[in-house]
């Protein structure tokens, strides 16, 4: 199972105070349809509002990526600049 953790406010407020949890996912994008699906509106703010890190690498748009079996994803704010 990968483990999914995050350091977000937002994160925690819609998992009911959880900072990381373990999701048996194959891919980025199985892994937002699971957190949607036991989370609402978690899977809308990973795809819009974050980046991942994926076992130490920072993604930005990362649906494809697949994930391991002891995969680690980070949920990273996306910062915007101007």
Do not use: K
Not at 10 to 22: A, E, I, N, Q, S
Not at 23 to 52: H, Y
């Amino acid at each position: 199972m990968a483990r999914v953790v995050s350091i977000s406010s937002r994160f925690r407020d819609l998992t009911g105070g959880l900072d990381g949890l373990d999701v048996d996912a194959r891919s980025v994008r199985e892994l937002v349809r699971m957190l949607e699906a036991r989370f609402p509106g978690l899977g809308a703010l990973v795809e819009g509002e974050m980046a991942l890190a994926i076992d130490g690498e920072i993604h930005q748009d990362a649906l494809m990526e697949p994930l391991g079996p002891h995969s680690e994803v980070v949920l990273i704010p996306r910062i915007s600049g101007g």
